[in-house]
């Protein structure tokens, strides 16, 4: 993660996992506030959800929260098997 001037750059790298609860990936923090959206940041990011691949939803809101879903429409990740998601990068303005 890296800013220059207003933009920040951020590389998120893949988190393989064994389900145990039907969630969607969130990381375990908030983004530091220089480094946050001012307003939520929507993309799409390649999945596996448990032997299924397909294309899925990221969302940065604007607290910080980054979550990685299992589908375009805020889709939970199986609660069985394997899953997770290929690395991806965002770029976006920090201020409005």
């Known amino acids: 993660m890296q800013r220059f001037n207003d933009i920040v750059y951020l590389y998120v790298r893949t988190i393989p996992a064994s389900a145990c609860n039907a969630a969607s990936a969130i990381t375990g923090g908030t983004l530091p506030v220089l480094f946050r959206p001012p307003q939520a940041q929507f993309g799409l990011v390649y ?10 939803e990221y969302q940065i809101a604007a ?15 199986a609660n069985t098997g394997n899953s997770y998601f290929q690395d991806f990068s965002v770029s976006y303005s920090a201020v409005l």
């Open 63 to 77: 607290g910080g929260n980054i979550a990685i879903f299992a589908g375009l429409n805020n889709e939970l990740f």
């Open 47 to 56: 999945i596996n959800n448990n032997g299924t691949a397909g294309v899925a």
